[in-house]
């Protein structure tokens, strides 16, 4: 529903349409529309520039889309996180914490403005490579220059794919396959040998030094040296015979885990520059592109701080094979650990606060309560599912209580009341895996029907190592008979019956049919409220009066139309 630069959108769409673009495209007289540029701000101050296509534009790149996953997505790296099904931010850094153990440096990649400088000449190069269709290649040349629209002045596109477009993702995505094949077929073997880290000599001499006082009965001596023996390697740090070299990409941010010296992740870091410069077009951020000491220091990566975790005194019982008795070992030494940033939590906190107290948002007070706990919910909701790999999840308590009691101020606002008279009012507990939790709750009754029920908070801030994101399928709530394709085909207004040409009716969502102040809702918004559905098949004349605000149409004799009096 949001236009491009013409004021089309998918509300008034029809076979018709459809038929026109098949047509245009088998003609090769097709032409996309530039499109709409605006611009976001980004956390750095800085603006990110969208493009926002026309509704044929983006339906189209949506069957380019299509055409092209199911070519390239085999084929991609595993390494590859960004925009692929089954794949998220969850599952690299998953792949981080559980197969990253004893990296010593990280190398943090970003690439300066990915999207806006692909080089087309490069990607067209790609695509020939594997798409063999010349009247394809040429409608995808079209669309990389078919520029874009600024203060209502047009501009040409000489490089990049426009960041907002449906395409845009499995192209970048063909285009930095390039750069996974450079790190998996040449860094990678480059820079990983050995079986394992040799043993360190000196850790095995505390060792047999150790037990020998043990045996002697010198107690005192040996747990000094025990307590050495923990602070020493069991292996060598420096083994010179020992490489490894691991990689993970999400879209244009990439991390790196080396186990060798900086002089060699230097190294890397300057041949994956050449790489980029030279086979690409595209340079790596000078101020994103950083080398980091794993125990030192925290490499930032999709919102997470990531470190090699080291702690002497955290051990855990490991009993021998045969009549040898158990010993302690260091238990976190070297294991990857995935941290929610303070930082975060302060710029999360600072959105509901105001002179670091917490205020109520007024742009919800004239909506329900139902709606105004609901809304918060979902905000906190999405904090918490995304850093439930965390192992400092428990950080977000803060946040909670921050906006548990801007929900209260809010609440308290709307009603009048005191925010204790609020938090009393809304009291709930709500049972959890982990026992019970306190929340927020309100009950919206319904005859016949289960209650509507909106909670705050009820979850348990605890680290889930195993947490994916996941699009859940979309369940069919009718049968396949109604669904919107066989409703178009049938040619029928499903208001007056007509089988003159048809179009299609869009709202943005159904609360949009509920408009306050009003009496008895229209016909048409009695239909789709009844449907719950966003669409509505209807012939012209019909959508004509819809928009109009005018009655639609009811079947008479004769023309076939009449109007409703």
Known sequence: MTPGVTGETVDGMSREKIDTIIADLRAERYRWAPVRRVEIPKRNGKMRPLGLPTWRDKLLQEVVRSLLDAYFEPQFSDSSHGFRPGRG???????????????????????????????????????????????????????LEAGYVKDWRRHPTLSGTPQGGIVSPILSNAYLDQLDRFVEQTLIPEYTRGTGRASNPHYEQLRWRVRRRYKAGQIEEATAL??????????????????????????????????????????????????????????LSPDKTLITHATEQAARFLGYEVVSQRCDTKTHLVHRRGSEAPYRKRAINSV???????????????????????????????????????????????????????????????????????????????????????????????????????????RVERVGKTPLVARFGGLPLRRKKTAVLVDRELTRRRPEGVELLQRLMAEKCELCGSTEKVEVHHIRKLADLKVRGQGAPDAWKQKMAARRRKTLVLCERCHDAVHAGRPPCRPQAGDGHGRAG
């Not at 440096?105 to 010349?134: A, M, P, T, Y």
């Not at 906006?403 to 809304?426: C, E, F, P």
């Open 89 to 143: 931010c969850h599952t690299a850094l998953t792949a981080i914490a559980n197969t990253w153990a004893g990296t010593k440096w990280f190398i943090e990649g970003d690439i300066k403005g990915c999207f806006d400088n692909i080089n087309q000449s490069v990607l067209l190069s790609l695509l020939r490579e594997k798409v063999h269709d010349n009247r394809f290649l040429r409608l995808m040349e079209q669309l």
């Open 226 to 283: 025990r307590k050495e023996l923990r602070r020493t390697p069991s292996v060598d740090p420096n083994d010179p015979d020992y490489r490894r070299l691991r990689y993970v990409r999400y879209a244009d941010d990439f991390l790196l885990g080396f186990i060798g010296p900086k002089d060699e992740a230097e190294t890397i870091r300057d041949r994956l520059a050449t790489f980029l410069r030279d086979a690409l077009k595209l340079e």
């Open 336 to 442: 990857i650990a995935l941290r929610l940033p303070a930082d975060v939590v302060e710029r999360r906190c600072a959105l509901y606060t105001r002179g670091g107290k917490p205020i109520h948002r007024a742009e919800l007070l004239e909506d329900s309560d139902f709606s105004i706990v609901a809304a918060y919910q979902s905000e906190y909701r999405g904090y918490v599912e995304y850093y439930a790999l965390a192992q400092n999840i428990a950080w977000l308590s803060k946040l909670h209580w921050v906006m548990q009691t801007s929900l209260l101020k809010t609440l308290a606002g709307k009603h009048r009341a005191s925010v204790a008279g609020m938090a009393r009012r809304y009291h709930a507990t709500v049972p959890t895996e982990y026992g019970p939790r306190t929340c927020l709750e309100v």
